[in-house]
T-cell receptor, first 114, second 112 residues
Framework: KAGVTQTPRYLIKTRGQQVTLSCSPISGHRSVSWYQQTPGQGLQFLFEYFSETQRNKGNFPGRFSGRQFSNSRSEMNVSTLELGDSALYLC?????????????FGPGTRLTVT | GENVEQHPSTLSVQEGDSAVIKCTYSDSASNYFPWYKQELGKRPQLIIDIRSNVGEKKDQRIAVTLNKTAKHFSLHITETQPEDSAVYFCAFASGGSYIPTFGRGTSLIVHP
């Protein structure tokens, strides 16, 4: 099975711009979660999608949004970028939402905001 | 909000020794406790998890124990090997929703 893929792997944007990141889960996995990882704040949960519906949401402002398509691929969007949004954005696919989980992370997208 | 304290922040052991990492959480409604391993420059991996109706779970050289009364859970790695060197994160989630709160991580260094 192919693993979780994320595109792009690296991205440089300027303040005020918006960005869209993509995540393709493992075939058959219907749950995709997004995380932000920074040296200062560590790992933080953004949101989880299951069967095209947002199931859970972390404590991030409304500038962070996401969606999931019928093929389970997911995108996350950050609007009006701020310097503090510079981070590694990770997605993970799971075979279940809650319950017993098998969870696999993608390689991440390194976003730099200048 | 909910938080989790993870200790130690750095742990250095000799190959073959055991390593223990402990996390203390605040939300008594927490019922899901996963552990992640992240090697330098690589993606995190879910290595083991435990639910609140179980006190201990083992998978080969790793085990997790949970003490709900004291609100802490621990990761135990026995017979450590250099490839165990990584940052380990604990997390907890509450209720039926999977909204994890992560610890700040423990950098484990296993010296050959």
């Amino acid at each position: 099975k192919a693993g979780v893929t994320q595109t792009p792997r690296y991205l440089i944007k300027t303040r005020g711009q918006q960005v869209t990141l993509s995540c393709s889960p493992i075939s058959g996995h219907r749950s995709v979660s997004w995380y932000q990882q920074t040296p200062g704040q560590g790992l933080q949960f953004l949101f989880e999608y299951f069967s095209e519906t947002q199931r859970n949401k972390g404590n991030f402002p409304g500038r962070f949004s996401g969606r999931q398509f019928s093929n389970s691929r997911s995108e996350m969007n950050v609007s009006t970028l701020e310097l503090g949004d510079s981070a590694l954005y990770l997605c993970a696919s799971s075979s279940l939402s809650g319950g017993e989980r098998e969870q696999y992370f993608g390689p991440g997208t390194r976003l730099t905001v200048t | 909000g909910e938080n989790v304290e993870q200790h130690p922040s750095t742990l250095s052991v000799q190959e073959g020794d055991s390593a223990v990492i402990k996390c203390t959480y605040s939300d008594s409604a927490s019922n899901y406790f996963p552990w992640y391993k992240q090697e330098l420059g690589k993606r995190p991996q879910l290595i083991i998890d435990i639910r609140s109706n179980v006190g201990e779970k083992k998978d080969q050289r790793i085990a997790v124990t949970l003490n709900k009364t004291a609100k802490h859970f621990s990761l135990h790695i026995t017979e450590t090997q250099p490839e165990d060197s990584a940052v380990y994160f604990c997390a907890f989630a509450s209720g039926g929703s999977y909204i994890p709160t992560f610890g700040r991580g423990t950098s484990l260094i296993v010296h050959p």
